[in-house]
């Protein structure tokens, strides 16, 4: 069998000798966020199905595409659409294409996921910056040999989360008179929603939005010398003293209206994106 770094390499070349240009950035949608991507000019597109040694994406409103094109004058990368541990997907899996991004020399990664609202003052439909994460999920992409190429065997994540993206990001959605908040992430496992009583243990250790997705990403992008945004919409908040039943369809529901702001943010970020 071929080692991790040799699928991401010889994905890496495939993907090159399809498209124009290298991006620099790397976009990364969540659940029904997918047309967040919609002002890309796209110069190419392909089905996940049909990259060499890519995951497919078998939850609803993960549109499975990867683009390639122009976003305010820079070339990028988008995923529409991510892989979860809860698909039965290994770390390995679920950050394979962000080791894509980096062979083909993306610096910039920015993420969105849909999460539940922890913080009694964030309001479904808000989008998070987050500004830390907790890895609740047992498990970590980084576990077993290191590959030196791609980053050292103990990256500092105490920067995780890159300030002047979150500034850049919270200066474009004050000025588009957009419901700005930040906030701690934390990633479970999944699939099954979280209980009152797990809801207060976040709560307790400091989480302030919940989600099944994320942190492996972010740690292979750290790992691998990436700057990182993430914007998370809220779509529902726990209450554990009054639940509330949340179902994937009105989750996705919030996320798809939310995604036209979320997709101004990202768009204005791209434009003022320095290297």
């Not at 305010?72 to 080791?99: C, W």
């Not at 959605?173 to 699939?191: C, D, H, S």
Request: hydrophobic share 40%; net charge negative; with cysteine.
């Amino acid at each position: 069998m071929k080692s991790y770094k040799l699928r991401a390499v010889e994905t890496a070349e495939y993907l090159k000798a399809h498209i124009n240009k290298s991006p620099e950035t790397g976009i990364l949608t969540g659940t029904g966020l997918g047309n967040s991507a919609g002002s890309i000019d796209v110069d190419a597109s392909f089905n996940y199905k049909d990259i060499p040694n890519f995951p497919v994406s078998t939850v609803q409103a993960h549109l499975g595409k990867l683009l390639f094109g122009g976003l305010n004058g820079k070339p990028v990368i988008a995923m529409q659409g991510r892989f979860h541990l809860y698909e039965g997907y290994s770390p390995a899996d679920v950050t394979f294409p962000v080791r894509v991004m980096q062979e083909l020399g993306v610096k910039i990664l920015i993420l969105s996921n849909a999460a539940g609202g922890l913080n009694a003052d964030f309001k479904a439909g808000d989008i998070i910056i987050v500004k830390d994460h907790i890895n609740l999920t047992g498990l970590n992409p980084l576990i077993g040999p290191n590959e030196d190429s791609w980053g050292i065997r103990f990256p500092d994540m105490s920067r995780a989360y890159d300030e002047k993206l979150a500034l850049l990001a919270e200066d474009a959605g004050t000025k588009a008179g957009i419901r700005i908040q930040k906030g701690v992430y934390a990633g479970l496992k999944g699939p099954s929603l979280e209980t009152p009583a797990e809801v207060r243990f976040l709560k307790t250790i400091g989480a302030e939005a919940v989600g099944f997705s994320t942190v492996q990403e972010v740690i292979s992008a750290v790992h691998g010398g990436m700057r990182v945004l993430c914007l998370s919409t809220i779509t529902n908040i726990n209450d554990p003293d009054e639940p509330v039943p949340a179902t994937i369809e009105e989750i996705i529901s919030v996320a798809e209206k939310a995604a036209p702001r979320l997709e101004t943010i990202i768009n204005v970020v791209v434009g003022g994106i320095t290297f």
